[in-house]
């Protein structure tokens, strides 16, 4: 049988087409199972509110779960470069918007709340269109390490811990915000400082913590 050159042209492109995305499909995989961070950070950001339903894929990849993978991009990005203590406190702050009404419902959903829009969301790393594929990798397996203790147990700072004997003390341990001490943003001066940790100033937001159930 005579096999035209069309048709051997065909099947040589067929065949550099299946092997090109192939290759991409694994070069992928492999880029979500070392960088898990980086892929969910490209997939969810630019609408926070379906954060929970992307590709459970990569989580089965990584074995971990996607807060916890969102938590440990937030530690990461946010905190690396703090004290343990501080980067509890980034963690509370999150989990306690977890818990309030006025956010959404998930660490993924909180981190990349308004993450569309170039340096108005919530998280600066989230939304300034720069890279999040962490460089440093013991700084980001520290982060995983406490991400994962943090959204299955909790976490709270060293003197922000609640006592539901003493309003005082549990309304400290509902921090709702931070800022660096290199900035001085405005809406600090409405909000109530709690605790300075390192570089990080955190405050109470009393319309943010009425909805948090302590």
Same mark, same amino acid.
């Given at each position: 049988?005579?096999?035209?050159? @069309?048709?051997?042209? @065909? /099947? ?6 299946? /092997? ?13 199972? &070392?960088?898990?961070?980086?892929? &969910? ?8 509110? /379906? ?26 990005h946010e905190a690396r470069g703090e004290i343990i203590n501080g980067q509890k406190a980034v963690a509370q702050v999150i989990l306690n918007r977890v818990k309030s009404e006025a956010y959404p419902d998930s660490v993924c959903g909180v981190i990349y709340e308004n993450a569309h829009m170039t340096n108005r969301c919530q998280f600066s790393f989230a939304c300034d269109r720069? *890279? *999040? +594929? %962490? =460089? ?24 922000? /811990? %609640?006592?539901?004997? *003493?309003?005082?003390?549990?309304? =400290?341990? +509902? ?40």
């Open positions: 049988m005579k096999i035209s050159s @069309r048709a051997v042209t @065909r /099947t040589i492109l067929f065949a550099a087409l299946s /092997t090109l995305i192939i290759g991409q499909a694994q070069a992928a995989n492999l880029a979500a199972h &070392i960088h898990p961070v980086t892929s &969910i950070a490209h997939l969810i950001a630019g609408n926070a509110q /379906t954060a929970i339903k992307f590709p459970e894929n990569i989580a089965k990849q990584t074995g971990q779960g996607l807060d916890t993978l969102c938590m440990a991009n937030a530690l990461y720069i *890279d *999040d +594929q %962490p =460089k440093e990798s013991e700084a980001y397996q520290a982060a995983l390490i406490m991400a994962k203790g943090a959204v299955k147990y909790g976490v709270y700072a060293d003197g922000l /811990t %609640p006592n539901f004997r *003493d309003r005082a003390q549990t309304e =400290k341990s +509902q921090i709702t915000h931070y800022h660096t001490t290199a900035v001085s943003p405005a809406w600090g001066k409405k909000l109530r400082p709690i605790k300075t940790i390192g570089r990080h100033i955190f405050y109470r937001s009393e319309r943010v913590a009425k909805s948090i159930a302590s």
